[in-house]
Nanobody, 120 residues
Framework: QVQLVESGGGLVQPGGSLRLSCAAS????????MAWYRQVSGKQRESVAS???????NYADSVKGRFTVSRDNAKNTVYLQMNSLRPEDTAVYYC??????????????WGQGTQVTVSS
């Protein structure tokens, strides 16, 4: 089994910063993608940022230049540094790991979610 444990969420004022972390454990294929998603109550979950085990990153347009995703492969941990936070960043943030193996299988696991609230 795979488990993802998140930390770092909380309440912050506009313009402030938070760093989220998510540590994965269990039987995880070494070649994988770790990602952050967020979901506002009543709305669809959206991709925020992702990073491959090789270090390639992708960001949603709404967070480019403000958020930075990174990872520690030895720890199977992904981080999301969030700067210049805006009220519209308020959401539940979820981490995810997924991978493909042998061209046939797909595995994906999610964290429990952590609340980020940006408010004055």
């Amino acid at each position: 089994q795979v488990q993802l444990v998140e930390s770092g969420g909380g309440l912050v004022q506009p313009g402030g910063s938070l760093r989220l972390s998510c540590a994965a454990s269990g039987s995880i294929f070494s070649v994988n993608v770790m990602a952050w998603y967020r979901q506002v109550s009543g709305k669809q979950r959206e991709s925020v940022a992702s990073i491959t085990s090789g270090g390639s990153t992708n960001y949603a347009d709404s967070v480019k230049g403000r958020f930075t995703v990174s990872r520690d492969n030895a720890k199977n941990t992904v981080y999301l540094q969030m700067n210049s936070l805006r009220p519209e960043d308020t959401a539940v943030y979820y981490c995810k790991v997924h991978w493909f193996r042998d061209g046939t299988g797909y595995s994906a696991y999610w964290g429990q979610g952590t609340q980020v609230t940006v408010s004055s």
